[in-house]
């Protein structure tokens, strides 16, 4: 996008404030709710059509036995709405610049600026982490140079970059992304291959990744105790809130998501390659030669790298 068009956007978007809950397998029970359900439908008629990989999440497969009759409606899909969720904010920030930098800095697609969907945690998070960091000003798990919420008091678990079209019916994920997550995780790691010593304590142990100065029983702690079912949902967390915050608040039409290899080459990058394979299969992308329109000319500058015809996930 160009720099007034997200400008627009985002003043369009701002102030609302927006809550945003998710348990695991919900984005199955809410891609059926709203591409296969405007009334009730045979179960074998969804399970032998693009839908059909949705039945098969536990959420839904073991709830399937008690439909005796087949048929698949709104009512009963509401009724698998998990009754104790992980409650997020959802916030907008931006990202990019109008020209590329010589080393691609910004991986867009194209130059221009994206739209930034963030997934912050909420209160009930922020509690347990505050204990957890007991007043020191330094987060460990945030980085200032991604596309996190700034704020001091806001962290971000993950987040979208979002490409649209001019008159905003075609969208383009560039990237989902969390950097928490893998931080905390990291952290542990390290941690991990401290030694003893013949006291049976801790020898002072640092490296140019150990990011605070918590012990590592804290450290065990928050992951397991408090971050674990965080980080088991969070790609399909923010994927679902990304989907639909594209239908229901900007009205697109056409959702592309970046396949791998066109994504390397279109962003000068190699993320994780299962963020750009296994997770949109799950969601019943399917894969297409037929491109954002705003990337037709990008597309035409890179021609000579792209190999193959260049293709992108649809849905």
Known sequence: MDRSSLDFLLEVLEGQ??????????????????????????????????????????????A???????????????LLRSVDPLSFRLSF?????????????DQTSRPGYNLVLQLNFASD?????????????????????????????????????????????????EEVQTDWWKAANEEVIERRHRKRDANGNWREWTTKRTRHSLELEQYEHYLQQVLKAYGEVWAEAMLTATLQFLWEEIGV?????????????????KPPKSLYTQLPKRFCFEKTDVSPSF???????LAPK???QPSFWLL
């Open 253 to 269: 039409r056409r959702i592309f998501y970046h396949t791998y290899d066109t994504g390397c080459i279109l962003k000068n990058c």
């Open 64 to 78: 399937r036995g008690q439909w005796g009759d087949g048929l698949l409606d709104f009512d009963r899909l509401q």
């Open 93 to 105: 920030g931006q990202w990019g610049s109008e020209r590329y930098r010589s080393h691609n800095w």
């Open 295 to 301: 990337l037709e000319r990008r597309l035409k500058q």
């Open 125 to 173: 998070h922020n509690r347990a982490y505050q204990q957890l960091i007991d007043g020191r000003h330094r987060h460990p798990f945030k980085y200032w140079a991604h596309p996190s919420r700034a704020a001091d008091k806001d962290f971000t678990l993950a987040w979208a970059r979002i490409d649209l079209s001019e008159n905003l019916d075609e969208a383009l994920i």
């Open 306 to 308: 792209l190999s193959d």
């Open 17 to 62: 404030r927006r809550v945003f809950y998710y348990a695991k397998d919900e984005y199955a029970r809410y891609l059926l709710e709203r591409q296969t359900l405007p009334s009730a439908q045979k179960i074998k008629t969804i399970a032998n059509g693009r839908w059909g990989r949705l039945l098969e999440r536990p959420l839904l497969k073991s």
